[in-house]
């Protein structure tokens, strides 16, 4: 059982940065951030695998950054040059999966087994 809470949210100017934290309990093989924008499906943002690899959608590429802390059990996601479209709910996952079926979760637009409550991202143009 993987328990998760992020934090970090809020409201900001398009080109500007946040970081989103997620404290979480327990153990997971396979970690990562989704969103879901208002009226759309969720989408997979970034993963991060046991083994350190990590993988991104294409609409976030370069701009984002997922890391993680084991020793804080604290997952991060560092957003620069934020859009409007950005906007949405970000939610932490975790999964046992490992970490060739954690780097394909964004392709395959799977979830995850465990997923926090979210935090809102506004972002102004």
């Known amino acids: 059982q993987v328990q998760l809470e992020e934090s970090g949210g809020g409201s900001v100017q398009a080109g500007g940065s946040l970081r989103l934290s997620c404290k979480y309990t327990?153990?997971?093989?396979?970690m990562g951030w989704f969103r879901q924008a208002a009226e759309k499906d969720p989408e997979g943002v970034a993963t991060?695998?046991?083994?350190?690899?990590?993988t991104y959608a294409d609409s976030v590429k370069g701009r984002f950054t997922i890391s993680q802390d084991t020793l804080e059990s604290t997952l991060y996601l560092q957003m620069n040059t934020l859009k409007p479209e950005d906007t949405a709910i970000y939610y932490c996952?975790?999964?046992?999966?490992?970490?060739?079926?954690?780097?394909?979760?964004?392709?395959?637009?799977?979830?995850?087994?465990?997923r926090g409550k979210g935090t809102l991202v506004t972002i102004s143009s």
């Open positions: 996952a975790a999964d046992s999966m490992g970490p060739v079926p954690c780097r394909g979760v964004i392709a395959r637009g799977d979830d995850m087994d465990y």
């Open positions: 327990g153990t997971a093989d396979c």
């Open positions: 991060i695998g046991a083994d350190g690899r990590t």
